[in-house]
């Protein structure tokens, strides 16, 4: 029963945001305050297209995106594996696995309803964000009041959210049609960068409906051009790039740590 109300509340919630935009406070007031007050979300680029400056770290002691991640896991105080993701589920994705859900992190994680997800430990955690990974699926982490009203869990100070999303079905896909500041709650990781290098042949691969989920990347006269204002560096162009022309590059040797500090700042995972 309460899968079902969970999976109407989240399509409905999708489709609002598709074509009338974000509600709006009931006393009229500003969306990004009622809706996303204390919001703040990044994209860990894929590991296995992150190329790390060797000025920054020796050959065998680079630091990668999802070592953020590891250390969330490891130092939470609950771990809850959903059993499915809501997005896929109700997109009926079937390009990838609608069984890898959600993470969520932290002590409010322990009150999600076990029809919904399973209480795991570090180990399984950490192999089940592995798994994610190899899927083709891109952490998205950090704090998300959505989650919180959705699963009816408090306080939203207590839970991390781990999404782990496809380019496809992902509820942040439409994050441009939200108003105000409340599409941009999503960022970059500090410290990285990406570029389209010299390689590029214009094929447009990079640029098809389900590869970047921000519209950030089109085709210019002779290559493809980022947009980086709303790129998030999430590492799916290069990933999918032919020629490997697009580069993703870490230039900031603390860039791991910073991700860690900001959101410490404002999810208490203990």
Not at 173 to 184: D, F, L, Y
Request: aromatic content about 6%; proline content about 6%; charged content about 30%.
């Amino acid at each position: 029963m309460i899968i079902e109300k969970i999976k109407d509340v989240k399509e409905r919630e999708r489709l609002l945001i598709v074509r009338e935009g974000f509600p709006r406070d009931p006393a009229g007031g500003d969306p990004d305050l009622y809706c996303f007050p204390h919001d703040d979300m990044a994209y860990l680029p894929m590991d296995r297209v992150v190329e790390v400056n060797e000025n920054i770290y020796p050959a065998d002691g680079s630091v990668m995106p999802s070592d953020a991640l590891a250390y969330f896991i490891e130092k939470a105080s609950h771990r809850c594996i959903m059993n499915f993701c809501i997005c896929r589920e109700a997109m009926e994705c079937k390009d990838y696995p609608i069984e890898y859900g959600c993470l969520f992190l932290g002590d409010a994680a322990s009150r999600i309803h076990p029809e919904l997800g399973r209480q795991v430990g570090v180990e399984e955690a950490l192999e089940y964000a592995r798994k994610c990974r190899d899927a083709g699926l891109i952490h998205l982490i950090g704090r998300d009041k959505l989650d919180i009203l959705w699963l009816e869990i408090e306080p939203e100070e207590k839970l991390l959210t781990v999404c782990n999303c496809c380019p496809c079905c992902c509820l942040h896909r439409v994050a441009q049609h939200m108003p105000g500041e409340s599409g941009k709650k999503v960022k970059c990781m500090p410290g990285v960068s990406i570029r389209v290098t010299d390689d590029c042949v214009a094929c447009g691969t990079c640029v098809e409906e389900a590869v970047c989920i921000f519209n950030a990347i089109a085709l210019g006269e002779d290559r493809a051009v980022i947009n980086d204002p709303e790129c998030r560096a999430c590492g799916r162009c290069a990933d999918i790039c032919p020629e490997s022309a697009i580069k993703i590059t870490i230039d900031d040797a603390a860039y791991v740590d910073k991700t860690i500090k900001r959101f410490l700042e404002i999810v208490d995972i203990g």
